[in-house]
């Protein structure tokens, strides 16, 4: 099976500015996670979905964070406006049903890294 | 979720067997021990997983105490491509929450 898609893979944007991820979870997988790691710290929860709805969100550090994933696939996040302290690596995950079991796992993507100047 | 601990370096020789310790006590009963790894930047790359029965695949080995307090992580023949940071996290039905893991340097 393919695994989890992020793009762009790099992005350099001005402060102020607004950048859009993405990140294509494996087909079939209900629950789709977004982390982020900024340099020199832990990688750190940001939200969860249980196909189109947001499960948990308790990591979003702020109103300029915005998550979508309509229709249960993709998702994106979009940081509006981006400030410096956003730069780091976005990384997506996702995973099967809880109610099939986790057999697999949770998938990650290559991550997306975003660098704000 | 519980928390776990894990030595925050570990040094291994080619060709040996690396043994990555996680104490997690207060590990809850429907809580499940996952072990993870970050290659560099690359994504966290997933290892094995288990619940209570120790379990092993192609890449790992995963024993587990009988009262779910520890955890070992064996990977049977190190190899260089095998130096990473280690993560051990414990999770139910929600998202993983990273520590700051075992960077394991694996020594020619």
């Known amino acids: 099976e393919a695994g989890v898609t992020q793009f762009p893979s790099h992005s350099v944007i001005e402060k102020g500015q607004t950048v859009t991820l993405r990140c294509d979870p494996i087909?079939?997988?209900?629950?789709l996670y977004w982390y982020r790691r900024v340099m020199g710290k832990e990688i750190k929860f940001l939200l969860h979905?249980?196909?189109?709805?947001?499960?948990?969100e308790s990591g979003m550090p702020n109103n300029r964070f915005l998550a979508e994933r309509t229709g249960g696939t993709y998702s994106t996040l979009k940081v509006q406006p981006a400030e410096l302290e956003d730069s780091g690596v976005y990384f997506c995950?996702?995973?099967?049903?809880?109610?099939?079991?986790?057999?697999?796992?949770?998938?990650f993507g290559s991550g997306t890294r975003l660098t704000v100047v | 979720d519980a928390k776990t601990t894990q030595p925050t370096s570990m040094d291994c020789a080619e060709g040996r067997a690396a043994n990555l310790p996680c104490n997690h006590s207060t590990i809850s009963g429907n809580e499940y021990v996952y072990w993870y790894r970050q290659i560099h930047s690359q994504g966290p790359q997933y290892i094995i997983h288990?619940?209570?029965n120790n379990e092993t695949n192609e890449m790992a080995s995963l024993i587990i105490t009988e009262d779910r307090k520890s955890s070992t992580l064996i990977l049977p023949h190190a190899t260089l491509r095998d130096t990473a940071v280690y993560y051990c996290?414990?999770?139910?039905?929600?998202?993983?929450?990273f520590g700051s893991g075992t960077r394991l340097q694996v020594q020619p």
């Open positions: 996290i414990v999770a139910g039905r929600r998202a993983l929450t």
């Open positions: 288990g619940l209570k």
């Open positions: 979905f249980v196909k189109e709805s947001k499960q948990d």
């Open positions: 995950a996702s995973s099967r049903s809880w109610d099939r079991g986790l057999d697999y796992g949770y998938t």
């Open positions: 087909s079939g997988h209900d629950n």
